[in-house]
């Protein structure tokens, strides 16, 4: 059943994008639909809006409790940087739409020829893209429920906080903090709010994992199309014995040069898209972290909240490593591009065609570079980086809760 469900994500005229196009469209952010169904999604969207901004009330006024202001932070934070990746993926949807059809046209036209090497990169890194999505979309779903389920098994496992519970002593455990204009400690006011963060949570969770995959999937897609071009440059000539005419190696060269420079004109467009969004990421991700592993190892947490706190703190990890790792695969594979043009067979040209071979490889040396804002390259190094910033960050706690 699990496979049938899979197979129908599947869009023959997105061949890579299936499965990501539909989450995004699930989720309410990729919207080629009706005007009466933009409108529904939108208002889900500034209604989200509104659920972030209670957070941050919220924040102020439990501002001098650090164990409630660290819990209601590690969640605020994460739930700014959903709304951004909505609102900025609906509001440049016509750049992403470019994008996704010069991906889907490129294959199509590459997949039509009879070349072995090309379809055979492409569906490497298409079942690549696969298992990264799936593997990531359960990852999310893994954490949405732990979100959900955490406090009221947390409060559950405790029969003195149940027996309080029941004698009105104490209030019942939040999913998030939020402020709200009623009574959220008991009664009808409790149910509602745990109402609205269930559905905020399953909001939340459907936007990260379907904006994270897309901006993945078109990583892999980059650094595979390096690496077929870096192939194509490679078989220029053949093998040196081959008799390639002027003209048939002038049009050779001439559809390697196209084939990069649409490849860097559409790299810097998504780069475009996806920067802002990381810049804000990266800059409160330490953050995150670091209340994350401040409320893991802090005394009277429950065996229950310490596994959400993991839980939660592994997909936050994740998802930094994902994007970090993929953006340093295709900066990795637009160095190593212009390589192919040196170990071709030039050699057997003649001198106008090695000028117009130079002439390639000083245009293939252009790196493709995925970054966060003006300041930060998305790469490991800067995943180590935050990574350590977030240790200090946890240090510094650490000592004054002492």
Request: glycine fraction near 6%; hydrophobic fraction near 45%.
């Amino acid at each position: 059943m699990t496979f049938k469900f899979l197979s129908n994500l599947e869009n023959p005229d997105h061949l890579l994008l299936g499965p990501t196009l539909w989450g995004l469209q699930t989720s309410g952010i990729w919207q080629p639909c009706k005007k009466r169904v933009k409108i529904i999604y939108n208002t889900i969207h500034i209604m989200a809006i509104l659920f972030v901004l209670s957070q941050y009330v919220e924040l102020y006024f439990i501002r001098n409790d650090l164990a409630m202001a660290l819990k209601n932070l590690s969640v605020t934070m994460l739930s700014t940087v959903c709304v951004v990746k909505a609102g900025t993926f609906i509001i440049w949807q016509k750049y992403w739409k470019d994008i996704f059809n010069y991906v889907s046209k490129l294959e199509k036209n590459q997949l039509y020829k009879p070349d072995y090497l090309t379809k055979n990169t492409i569906r490497k890194y298409t079942e690549y893209s696969r298992f990264v999505t799936y593997f990531y979309w359960t990852l999310v779903t893994a954490t949405v429920f732990s979100l959900i389920l955490a406090p009221l098994a947390s409060y559950l496992s405790s029969f003195q906080n149940k027996e309080l519970g029941d004698s009105g002593a104490s209030s019942y455990p939040e999913i998030m903090s939020s402020w709200v204009p009623f009574d959220k400690t008991q009664g009808c006011g409790y149910l509602v709010l745990t109402l609205i963060h269930v559905l905020i949570c399953f909001y939340g969770g459907g936007i990260v994992a379907n904006y994270d995959s897309n901006a993945v999937v078109l990583m892999c897609f980059f650094a595979g199309q390096l690496k077929i071009l870096k192939i194509n440059c490679e078989r220029l000539f053949g093998n040196g014995e081959e008799i390639v005419s002027y003209k048939e190696a002038v049009e050779r060269i001439r559809i390697c040069h196209h084939h990069h420079i649409l490849l860097i004109k559409y790299s810097k467009v998504f780069n475009s898209l996806l920067s802002p969004v990381m810049f804000l990421y990266i800059i409160i991700c330490s953050l995150m972290i670091c209340a994350s592993a401040v409320q893991l190892t802090t005394a009277g947490t429950t065996s229950m909240q310490q596994i959400w706190i993991a839980e939660y703190l592994i997909a936050l990890v994740a998802q930094l490593f994902l994007y970090c790792w993929h953006s340093h695969k295709v900066l990795h594979m637009s160095l190593q591009v212009d390589s192919g043009v040196y170990t071709s067979a030039w050699w057997s040209q003649d001198v106008r065609i090695r000028r117009s071979v130079l002439l390639l490889g000083g245009q293939l040396k252009k790196k493709v570079m995925f970054t966060a804002g003006p300041f930060t390259d998305l790469n490991i190094a800067t995943f180590v980086a935050i990574l350590k910033g977030s240790y200090s960050y946890y240090t510094l706690l650490s000592k004054r809760g002492e």
